[in-house]
């Protein structure tokens, strides 16, 4: 890279996880890229606004970002297209995985991609679920890495340590680079470290934490691919090959994909290229993997305490507590973390926070649907919450946003009668269409082919009361449907 080049930097976000040690706010419907867990904006948002296309990388503006492609679980496709859509960020593509395959096929789909049209840029691997805090010391090591990775590197970012961490990798650096001032080649990659080892990797000052964060050249990146994990590389190029766009979107075949090895990007390049280099830095990065990492970077009170929401604190110290419902009070307790929502309560020892994910595979085991959804589930069009369930009838808010509609549909084993408490409603039953405003209420018998929309400004609110002998939402028939659920 010349001083008279711009060079094109692609932002792939990595959106797969599920979060499991962040239960009971992240579930594997809404996960916790979805939430807003270190600012008022989404960990997805967060990440999407860092790479933003009107920004440099603060390195003479040699690199710029452009638009980002998106790869997450076709699950959350919604999710995350109405998140980027509210940041106002149009993203390059959205991807969508049938089912997870780590970190080695993410980054094979995103060159892939690239190839065709932009083949000399390079590919910024991000997780969407990484907290940032100087966010001009991380442009600023990009514009290191974008320079070794000109020059043929495949680049890493380490974090320079703060503690003797014993949750990370590490990465131990070599002989600095020509090419880039601030870059290093890798020597060796480190597995997670006992304590002890820990420590003297911080003392000796030549290692930095293995941050999951990449900048890769599109065409070296598919060289080592092919060189190190072929199979990786030919079950993606099929699995984009025979699959199809879908509204904004675009689906692999899951058949294809299925064949690809699951196995991180590290394991099947990093730690086998002999073209691997590092950037340490100091960015204020956290992988924010358990609830102990958001007491870590949460403000805290003069005891110490992460307070999040209507809490009551008495003689309590270095706590997190977080209540999204109503008030919780905590007493006399130290090193805690505390978390309520409307359908679970958390309570663990700070310490022990990453062991939340054997109370999310108990839940799993027992067919719990806590595991996977909140009380309020997103659609498309909106959400709905349950309100209250008994024998033949169930209770539901619907909130149906301005623009939207829901599929049009019918029901095998259950009538519906909707009163709208907010907005107004254009609702189909059968051959007629009928406008039901604030206060009024309309009934849907079993069976009848209909639909709701809100043909308004403002968000609409129904209150829907099903009965009948089945209330799943299996029970569903999807007749015309603008999201493409047919």
Same mark, same amino acid.
Request: a negative charge; proline letters at 4%; charged letters at 25%.
């Given at each position: 890279?010349?001083?008279?080049?711009?060079?094109?930097?692609?932002p792939v #976000?990595?959106?797969?996880?599920?979060?499991s040690?962040l239960?009971?706010?992240?579930r594997? #419907?809404?996960?916790k !890229?979805?939430?807003?867990?270190?600012?008022?904006?989404?960990?997805l948002?967060?990440?999407?606004?860092?790479?933003s296309?009107?920004?440099?990388?603060?390195?003479e503006?040699?690199?710029v970002?452009?638009?980002p492609l /998106?790869?997450?679980?076709?699950e959350?496709?919604?999710?995350a297209?109405?998140?980027?859509r509210?940041?106002?960020c149009t993203?390059?593509?959205?991807i969508?995985?049938?089912?997870g395959r780590? &970190?080695?096929?993410?980054c094979?789909l995103?060159?892939?991609t690239?190839?065709?049209?932009?083949?000399?840029?390079?590919?910024?691997?991000?997780?969407?679920?990484?907290?940032?805090?100087?966010?001009?010391?991380f442009?600023?090591?990009?514009g *290191?890495?974008?320079?070794a990775?000109?020059?043929?590197?495949?680049?890493?970012? %380490?974090?320079?340590?703060?503690?003797?961490?014993t949750?990370?990798?590490y990465?131990?650096?070599?002989?600095?680079m020509?090419?880039?001032?601030?870059?290093?080649?890798?020597?060796?990659?480190?597995?997670?470290?006992?304590?002890?080892?820990?420590?003297r990797?911080?003392?000796?000052?030549?290692?930095?934490?293995?941050?999951g964060?990449?900048?890769?050249?599109?065409?070296r990146?598919?060289?080592?691919?092919e060189?190190?994990a072929?199979?990786?590389l030919?079950?993606?190029?099929?699995?984009?090959? &025979?699959?199809?766009?879908?509204?904004?979107f675009?689906?692999?075949?899951?058949?294809?994909f299925?064949?690809?090895?699951?196995?991180?990007?590290?394991?099947?390049?990093?730690e086998?290229?002999?073209?691997?280099?590092?950037?340490?830095?100091? *960015?204020?990065?956290t992988?924010?993997?358990a609830?102990s990492?958001?007491?870590?970077?949460?403000?805290k009170?003069?005891? %110490?305490?992460?307070?999040? %929401?209507?809490?009551?604190?008495?003689?309590?110290?270095?706590?997190?507590?977080?209540?999204?419902?109503?008030?919780?009070?905590?007493?006399?307790?130290?090193?805690?973390?505390?978390? /309520?929502?409307d359908?679970? /309560?958390?309570?663990?020892?700070?310490?022990?926070? !990453?062991?939340?994910?054997r109370i999310v595979?108990?839940?799993?085991?027992?067919?719990?649907?806590?595991?996977?959804s909140?009380?309020r589930?997103?659609?498309p069009w %909106?959400?709905? !919450?349950?309100?209250? &369930?008994?024998?033949r009838?169930q209770?539901?808010?619907?909130?149906?946003?301005p623009?939207?509609?829901l599929?049009?549909?019918?029901?095998?084993?259950?009538?519906?009668?909707?009163?709208?408490?907010?907005?107004?409603?254009?609702?189909?039953?059968g051959?007629?269409?009928?406008m039901?405003y604030?206060?009024?209420?309309?009934y849907?018998?079993?069976?009848t082919?209909h639909?709701?929309?809100n043909?308004?400004?403002?968000?609409?609110?129904v *209150?829907?009361? !099903?009965?009948?002998?089945?209330?799943?939402?299996?029970?569903?028939?999807?007749?015309?449907?603008?999201y493409?659920?047919?």
């Amino acid at each position: 890279m010349n001083g008279n080049s711009v060079q094109k930097i692609i932002p792939v #976000l990595l959106s797969g996880g599920t979060g499991s040690r962040l239960w009971p706010l992240s579930r594997d #419907l809404y996960p916790k !890229q979805f939430l807003p867990l270190c600012s008022e904006r989404t960990m997805l948002q967060d990440t999407a606004l860092r790479v933003s296309a009107e920004v440099t990388t603060a390195v003479e503006a040699e690199a710029v970002f452009s638009a980002p492609l /998106v790869i997450c679980n076709q699950e959350h496709r919604f999710l995350a297209a109405e998140q980027l859509r509210q940041s106002r960020c149009t993203p390059r593509g959205i991807i969508l995985e049938p089912m997870g395959r780590n &970190t080695a096929a993410a980054c094979a789909l995103a060159a892939l991609t690239v190839e065709a049209d932009d083949p000399d840029a390079l590919l910024l691997v991000l997780p969407a679920d990484h907290e940032v805090r100087d966010v001009e010391a991380f442009r600023h090591a990009v514009g *290191i890495a974008a320079r070794a990775a000109a020059a043929g590197r495949l680049v890493t970012f %380490g974090i320079t340590p703060t503690r003797p961490e014993t949750g990370y990798g590490y990465i131990r650096r070599g002989h600095a680079m020509d090419e880039a001032d601030g870059a290093y080649a890798v020597a060796a990659f480190v597995e997670k470290p006992s304590l002890e080892v820990a420590e003297r990797y911080l003392a000796e000052g030549t290692y930095a934490w293995n941050s999951g964060m990449f900048l890769f050249p599109v065409a070296r990146l598919l060289a080592e691919l092919e060189r190190h994990a072929p199979a990786v590389l030919a079950a993606c190029r099929a699995a984009l090959e &025979t699959g199809a766009s879908d509204l904004d979107f675009f689906r692999l075949n899951a058949e294809e994909f299925a064949k690809a090895p699951s196995i991180s990007i590290d394991c099947a390049v990093m730690e086998r290229t002999d073209r691997a280099a590092v950037v340490p830095c100091e *960015i204020g990065w956290t992988d924010v993997g358990a609830w102990s990492a958001l007491w870590d970077v949460g403000a805290k009170d003069g005891e %110490g305490n992460v307070v999040i %929401g209507d809490v009551l604190l008495e003689g309590a110290r270095d706590c997190y507590v977080r209540s999204d419902t109503h008030l919780t009070a905590v007493v006399g307790v130290e090193n805690a973390v505390v978390v /309520v929502v409307d359908d679970a /309560v958390l309570v663990a020892d700070r310490d022990r926070a !990453q062991d939340v994910k054997r109370i999310v595979d108990r839940l799993k085991a027992d067919g719990r649907s806590e595991s996977s959804s909140h009380r309020r589930v997103h659609r498309p069009w %909106g959400s709905y !919450q349950s309100l209250h &369930t008994g024998d033949r009838f169930q209770v539901k808010s619907l909130t149906i946003a301005p623009g939207s509609r829901l599929s049009l549909q019918k029901h095998h084993h259950r009538a519906e009668h909707w009163v709208v408490v907010n907005g107004t409603a254009l609702v189909t039953r059968g051959e007629e269409q009928v406008m039901v405003y604030e206060n009024q209420s309309i009934y849907i018998p079993i069976g009848t082919v209909h639909r709701l929309e809100n043909p308004g400004k403002v968000p609409l609110t129904v *209150i829907e009361v !099903q009965s009948g002998s089945y209330l799943g939402e299996d029970d569903i028939v999807r007749l015309e449907d603008v999201y493409g659920r047919n």
